[in-house]
Nanobody, 134 residues
Framework: QVQLVESGGGSVQPGGSLRLSCAAS????????IGWFRQAPGREREGISC?????????YAESVQGRFIISRDNAKNTTVYLQMNKLKPEDTGVYYC??????????????????????????WGQGTQVSVSS
């Protein structure tokens, strides 16, 4: 069965850290750009961080720039991570990962285009809840 599975969510106090994982099952991520998307209560889902197929290009939304780090395990090509530091209450939401295959023509901006919706997201995970409160 082809799927993406997120893990690592939870409850944390402001200023704390969490590490999310997005694991592929039934396929490898070699040819896929990967993104993390957040849906906060009452808001639309937004792309907050994306990484290119080769892992050499990343994009961060302004709201998480400097606090979050996206990375991928290129050795195994099955897992992508999101290290979240200095968490704020406004980071609360359901975090989803998604995978898509951008056209070569989009490189080197494919991470940006994937986050902003210019590339079809072929697969979505089920989401993991992150809650930041004191």
């Amino acid at each position: 069965q082809v799927q993406l599975v997120e893990s690592g969510g939870g409850s944390v106090q402001p200023g704390g850290s969490l590490r999310l994982s997005c694991a592929a099952s039934g396929f490898t991520l070699d040819y896929y750009a990967i993104g993390w998307f957040r849906q906060a209560p009452g808001r639309e889902r937004e792309g907050i961080s994306c990484i290119s197929r080769g892992g050499d290009r990343t994009y961060y939304a302004e709201s998480v720039q400097g606090r979050f780090i996206i990375s991928r395990d290129n050795a195994k090509n099955t897992t992508v991570y999101l290290q979240m530091n200095k968490l704020k209450p406004e980071d609360t939401g359901v975090y989803y990962c998604a995978a898509g295959r951008p056209s070569d023509q989009l490189y080197p901006g494919e991470a940006y285009y994937f986050c902003l919706g210019y590339v079809l997201r072929d697969y979505w995970g089920q989401g993991t809840q992150v809650s930041v409160s004191s």
